[in-house]
């Protein structure tokens, strides 16, 4: 009997010893490197989405934000300074993509993986990166403004743009070009300013509208802007001159709160979106794989990105961007989550007839 007992013991133990053992959950920090959070969506959507779905798929893991105000060099030492703590990973949206190079080098050097959001990736070494194709942004701003012009002929409209140095913005210019060079070439058109913005900043914008008008002498039928930001610059210098709802701002893009607004009072003649929860919760489950050292789950992985370094282009994610006019506000941005009617029936937009109804 004793011997029976015996060995039912040693063949159980031999049954569990053969059973993997569970790996532990990670632990530890990963970082997220935003650029400021002066633009609404990062503290609004990006930021509190990553972290709730941080809980859901590495609860032992903190996302810690760290702000770079605009300053390259302020995000370049942040990182720096992650890495030496120990940082399990980082998801980076950089201030200025082409001068992200050192600290995509100093990660890998240091076997910290890089998963790259909404900015460009950089030139350097990046695991994954997750955005929306920039080439739908142009294509369907373009349509919608070449559909949308003033009655007045030829068209005066002065293009405010943002900053070269992103792939956003060639990408977005290409959509420009498709719809409204053929109405400047027979004169339908006529592009009466054009400056850029560095760093999409809505004080550059403001001051580029404010040599535009002065230039013109306020003979501007209609703007285009790249965002809702460079869009609120140019709303400011509008505003100086008592124009604003007489001259309409054309190619809004991140949804901010005032830009949505300006849509419903009829200032800014449509908006974009990203997805950012579903960019959040894949930038999440991307970086979690590193650090897990497992590959991407299945199906997160759609495409590619260049980025002057890696052959092929970047493993990305790529997530389609939402189109927003007055007649689907309610379904794009009160039913997605953005806002509530509440917040954008706040404000300025209290005098929308979307608000009074």
């Not at 027979?186 to 230039?215: F, H, S």
């Not at 703007?223 to 054309?250: C, E, F, P, R």
């Amino acid at each position: 009997m004793k011997r029976t007992i015996s060995a039912a013991l040693l063949s159980a133990a031999a049954l569990f010893s053969s059973v993997p053992a569970k790996a532990a959950e990670p632990s530890g920090t990963v970082y997220l490197l935003v650029p400021n959070v002066t633009t609404n969506r990062w503290a609004k959507f990006d930021i509190p989405n990553m972290t709730e779905a941080m809980k859901t798929y590495a609860p032992g893991v903190e996302l810690k934000v760290l702000n770079a105000n605009d300053d390259m060099q302020q995000q370049v030492s942040q990182a720096e300074s992650a890495l030496a703590s120990g940082a399990l990973g980082i998801i980076l949206v950089s201030v200025d993509p082409p001068r992200s190079a050192s600290i995509l080098a100093r990660a890998e050097a240091d076997g910290v993986h890089v998963v790259t959001y909404a900015h460009d990736p950089g030139p350097g070494p990046v695991s994954y990166h997750v955005s929306v194709p920039f080439s739908d942004i142009g294509e369907a701003q373009g349509k919608y403004l070449a559909e949308n012009l003033p009655d007045h002929r030829p068209v005066r409209l002065a293009y405010m743009l943002g900053d070269p140095k992103f792939a956003f913005y060639p990408e977005q210019m290409k959509g420009f070009d498709k719809y409204l060079k053929p109405l400047i070439d027979n004169g339908t058109v006529e592009v009466v300013c054009q400056a850029d913005a560095l760093l999409y900043l809505a004080a550059n914008a403001q001051k580029n509208m404010e040599q535009c008008l002065t230039k013109t002498n306020n003979e501007v039928d209609g703007v285009v802007v790249m965002n809702d930001d460079t869009g609120g610059g140019v709303i400011a210098a509008l505003s100086a001159q008592d124009l604003v709802g007489k001259v309409k701002v054309y190619g809004g893009y991140d949804a901010t709160l005032e830009g949505i607004q300006r849509v419903l009072l009829g200032w800014q003649a449509a908006d974009m979106a990203p997805p950012y929860k579903q960019m959040a919760d894949a930038a999440i489950q991307l970086i979690v794989s590193k650090v897990k050292g497992e590959e991407a789950p299945a199906g997160i992985v759609n495409g590619n990105w260049p980025n002057n370094f890696t052959e092929g282009g970047v493993p990305a994610r790529l997530e389609p961007n939402v189109f927003i006019t007055t007649d689907n506000v309610q379904e794009t941005v009160i039913d997605a989550g953005l806002f509530t009617k509440e917040e954008l029936c706040g404000g300025i937009g209290k005098d929308a007839d979307f608000c009074k109804n």
